[in-house]
């Protein structure tokens, strides 16, 4: 049956669907005979080209993680791979007896140039992520031309390394007894390599921590309010994007035999992010089709341009150039993006749900919830100037829990800049701000995602290419623990079941539950509104801030909204929110907070406030 | 190591740090206006320097194509866009005049004999061709991504610089060249002989930067780019055109480009790939300042001037790798007094 057929009658579509395979699952069904029997079939000469491209592919794929996936990028993948390389061919070639006593056995030896070499690659993406990271974007590539300059004179003026020489004389690679002495063994081993290395990519990118990676791209504050440690996330993606680079070292230096300087410079660097980039950074896949047609077109152009220039010199590096220029004005997405979007164009990915998924897994364990009545959160005294002009003066309340508190006010009176400094976004200039008992102000907003303060955003903050099931998990980050080792090796599957469930089961509670595949951004604003709720909710949260949740809103949609809230004030939640809507906050919360001009005018139940001379005066400039 | 080392090393530092100065104060304008991170700045250098040696020397002047390409396509850009919106082919007068003007100035440098002209002329020669190469390249290259995410910016920026060091091979080979000093002799300050050449380069920066300060301070034009810089959305909500002003700072940096080159191709010998590494030193400036302050990018490259010179004192083949290392110290202090994350435009 056509699929076609099935997304135009969606009532006959079945309830329960088939465990499907992946297109990256299908890719490598297909791809696994192929390469079977490529080096029986091939000549040399073309088997030794799928082994570079095989090399090249592995260090383009950190480059996709890094660039495609995580909005960064790193002219740093050419000189990782020399230095592993570099040590590899250090190790395989040093006799023992010049390398210190302790360390004598390690003379020779491929896997201890594969650990030695992982580990200096590591090391030094750990300096250069730590140093620019933090910064603002533009610093890690800038740092990692600079350090990949600084590595190619270093390793040419290095006299144990050969200088510009290099080192040669590397012996066949031989592991456990087997000699991978040719390129058609070599090929095995490589393409081995490289597919395990696509597989974890895949893996991880569908995992807690795969979510914070791909957060990164645009979503970083909204993330870190969820307790998502961005730096470490992208700390994460540079030092696997470091990893396959080392692990393409190793095998450089096996296949190749002899290092020299040259092919780590950042010309080669560049080379890297441009195949990146023409394959696709945004698929994994994308590593791969970028580095076979680079390394094709490359040898096609080499052999062309000399004839049409009639002179001899590095003239496909203008061709590649003007294609990439030509990619970000066009096609930005490159080649697996491209073919990407004309395959989902043919089949349209599953949309709105007719029937609710369950959940299955067992439930997350809930944090103890505070006694009805307890003070959750309290402000004393809170003050915010910004220079001359002061924004909150001497703002005091408490929100007790299983309490709605309303704070309103006409613009301009300070309500927002109060919601940042709750939400620890922002610190007050004087006062205290209490949490649990507990001083918050001056904390981190991600430190406070993990004592169960949870909030939504006044202008939504949802990651829109990502399904609303994965955008809400986000807000779960912190009731998970695996790593990216598990991840990758698919170890976290019960927790992750555990994660999905738990956003689920939210995004049912709030009345999304058939939109669980969506993507975020095809929904209407006041549904990405509730989907913030949810996303809060995941947190497992005591204190929900609220930043005027009913806008947007249809009518319907608001009920649904205030039944949800009042349920959960029930369970004892605590509950803050800024609203404007003042027929949807006086039939809801329990109090109000008005304020105008940064101060605090009046304060009590909705049907005092409704009554209020002053708050009257404030909204509709005075009884007459 | 004795005092007259000293004086001279730093008086070479001197030089070469005034030329990074320059080169850091052109990255930060044309950053803090456009987002872009101008890596091929250090292409105008390069083009400026061996366009001066190929008048020197007889040979052929081939920067001129290069520009009556660039502008070529810069018409045809311009018409399709007028097609797309119009549904119409029209030729708009700007980039007809830039073609022209492109033409006319290939047919100069391809007929004249520029050899005899004089050092004054030539460097007015390259200038009148580096600087349109600059408005064209940004009406070609980034004009159409001008709104684009900056890492994309960076990108483009990456390939362009590819690019025109291809284009560069091509024009001028793989030799590389030096120009004669534009004068003789040098001045002695008391037991210290100070180089003419430092002499001019210290002048003509300190004039060009006085120059820059004013079209800032002064100028409509300079508060304009100013203002792009400060807020490009307030900016443009007051009818300062945003490719008006990416124009206006690539222009500029190329005009900074040409006269660092100028300036330069008398002291050291110019490869057509050359001036990477000089515009990379001006970065390393520019990040002492925190892509952000003028005043302390150009002392950080003055000082990043000094480093370089020292360290072909005490240990010449480590020059680049301890130029580059300085900047490890910078991030470490930025990254320290750096909180929180931020989502980027």
Same mark, same amino acid.
């Given at each position: ?21 992946? @297109? ?44 495609? &996936? ?58 250069? *992520? ?81 979510? $914070? ?49 040259? @092919? ?16 696709? &950074? ?145 610190? @007050? ?53 695996? *790593? ?18 738990? $956003? ?13 595949? &969506? ?72 109090? &109000? ?32 | ?18 030329? =990074? ?19 091929? #700045? ?154 003419? #050449? ?107 001037? #000094? ?10 083949? =480590? ?27």
């Amino acid at each position: 049956m056509k699929p076609g057929v099935l997304s135009k009658t969606p009532a006959a579509r079945p309830t329960v669907s088939m465990p499907r395979l992946s @297109p990256s699952g299908w890719i490598l069904l297909a791809l696994l005979p192929v390469l079977a029997v490529a080096p029986l079939v091939l000549p040399t000469y073309q088997v030794t080209l799928a082994n570079n491209i095989g090399i090249f592919a592995l260090a383009t794929l950190g480059l996709v993680l890094l660039t495609g &996936v995580a909005g960064m990028t790193s002219f740093g993948q050419a000189a990782f791979i020399g230095v592993s390389a570099y040590a590899t061919a250090y190790l395989a070639t040093v006799s023992a007896a010049d390398l210190p006593g302790p360390l004598a056995w390690m003379a020779g030896s491929p896997l201890a140039g594969l650990a030695v070499g992982l580990v200096l690659t590591l090391a030094i993406a750990t300096v250069l *992520g730590a140093v620019t990271l933090r910064l603002s974007g533009h610093y890690l590539p800038l740092g990692t031309i600079a350090w990949g300059l600084s590595l190619f004179y270093l390793f040419g003026n290095l006299e144990f390394l050969g200088g510009h020489t290099g080192l040669s004389g590397i012996p066949a690679l031989n592991l456990f007894g087997i000699a991978l002495d040719n390129a058609e063994t070599l090929f095995y081993l490589i393409w081995a390599i490289l597919l395990l290395a696509v597989v974890a990519t895949l893996n991880l990118l569908d995992s807690r921590v795969g979510r $914070a990676i791909r957060a990164l791209r645009g979503g970083q504050r909204m993330s870190e309010s969820m307790g998502v440690d961005s730096f470490r996330a992208k700390m994460t993606a540079f030092l696997v994007a470091a990893l396959y680079a080392g692990l393409a070292g190793w095998l450089y230096a096996y296949t190749q035999r002899f290092v020299s300087p040259a @092919p780590f410079s950042l010309q080669a660097g560049i080379d890297f992010l441009f195949m990146a980039l023409i394959g696709g &950074v945004g698929q994994v896949w994308g590593a791969v089709i970028g580095a076979a047609s680079v390394t094709f077109a490359k040898q096609w152009l080499q052999d062309l341009l000399p004839h049409l220039l009639g002179r001899t010199g590095n003239f496909e590096a203008i061709v590649f150039g003007l294609l990439i220029v030509l990619l970000m004005q066009r096609l930005p997405g490159g080649i697996a993006g491209w073919i990407a979007k004309a395959f989902e164009r043919r089949r349209r990915p599953t949309g709105v749900a007719d029937s609710l998924e369950l959940p299955t897994a067992e439930p997350l364990p809930r944090r103890p919830m505070p006694q009805k009545g307890e003070v959750v959160l309290e402000a004393k005294g809170v003050t915010r100037r910004f220079g001359g002009l002061v924004a909150n003066r001497d703002i005091s309340f408490t929100v007790r829990a299983g309490e709605i508190l309303a704070v309103i006010g006409p613009n301009g009176a300070g309500k927002s800049t109060l919601f940042n400094q709750l939400s620890c976004v922002d610190h @007050p200039t004087s006062g205290e701000i209490l949490f649990r008992g507990e001083r918050i102000d001056g904390r981190t907003a991600r430190a406070m995602a993990g004592a169960g303060l949870s909030r939504s955003f006044q202008h939504v903050k949802l990651l829109p290419t990502m399904s609303v099931l994965e955008n809400v998990a986000i807000g779960a980050h912190l009731r998970g623990s695996k *790593g990216v080792a598990a991840a990758a090796l698919r170890l976290d599957r019960t927790e992750e079941a555990r994660l999905l469930d738990e $956003a689920r089961r939210q995004l049912v509670r709030v009345g999304l539950g058939q939109y669980l595949h &969506v993507e975020a951004g095809s929904l209407a604003l006041g549904q990405q509104r509730i989907l913030e709720i949810a996303r809060a909710l995941c947190a497992d949260p005591c204190l929900l801030l609220l930043d005027e949740p009913a806008a947007g809103l249809r009518f319907l949609e608001k009920q649904a909204l205030a039944e949800l809230l009042v349920k959960l004030r029930s369970e004892g939640m605590a509950i803050l929110l800024v609203e404007h809507d003042m027929d949807f906050v006086m039939g809801l919360v329990d109090r &109000v907070y008005v304020m105008e001009f940064g101060e605090r005018i009046a304060e009590g139940p909705p049907e005092t406030i409704q009554t209020n001379p002053a708050v009257l005066e404030a909204y509709l400039g005075g009884v007459e | 190591m004795n005092l007259q080392i000293v004086m001279l090393l730093g008086q070479d530092g001197i030089t070469n740090g005034a030329i =990074y100065a320059l080169l850091a104060l052109s990255i930060l304008l044309v950053f803090t206006v456009t987002r872009i991170l101008l890596i091929p #700045q250090g292409e105008f250098v390069a083009f400026a320097a061996l366009t001066m040696a190929a008048m020197q020397g007889g040979t052929p002047v081939r920067l001129g194509w290069l520009l009556l390409a660039l502008s070529a396509a810069a018409l045809v850009m311009d018409s399709h866009a007028a097609w797309r919106r119009d549904g119409r082919i029209a030729v708009r007068r700007g980039p007809a005049l830039g073609l022209a003007y492109a033409a006319g100035l290939t047919a100069l440098t391809t007929l004249l004999p520029l050899a005899d002209a004089g050092v004054a002329l030539q460097a007015l020669v390259t200038m009148a061709l580096i600087v349109p190469l600059g408005l064209a390249l940004y009406r070609v290259f980034y004009q159409p991504i001008a709104a684009a995410h900056p890492l994309v910016l960076l990108i483009v920026s990456i390939a362009v610089h590819v690019v025109l060091v291809g284009v560069g091979l091509l024009m001028f080979g793989p030799e590389g060249a030096r120009t004669e000093p534009f004068s003789d002799g040098g001045l002695r300050l008391g037991m210290v002989m100070l180089n003419s #050449q430092t002499i001019w380069v210290v002048a003509v920066s300190l004039a060009l930067i006085l120059g820059l300060y004013l079209f800032f301070e002064r100028s409509l034009y300079g508060k304009a780019l100013r203002a792009a810089a400060v807020n490009r959305l307030g900016a443009e909500l007051v009818g300062i055109s945003p490719e008006l002003a990416g124009k206006a700072s690539f222009a500029l940096a190329a005009l900074i480009g040409s006269l660092s080159g100028i300036l330069i191709a008398p002291i050291t010998t110019i490869y057509y790939d050359s001036g990477f590494i000089i515009s990379l030193k001006g970065f390393v400036g520019a990040i002492i300042g925190g892509l952000a302050s003028y005043p302390v990018a150009a002392l950080g490259a003055l000082l990043i001037g #000094q480093a370089e010179s020292f360290s072909t004192f005490w240990a010449s083949s =480590y020059k680049e790798v301890i130029v580059f290392t300085l900047i490890l110290p910078v991030l470490v202090w930025r990254s320290l007094s750096h909180h929180g994350a931020e989502d980027e435009e």
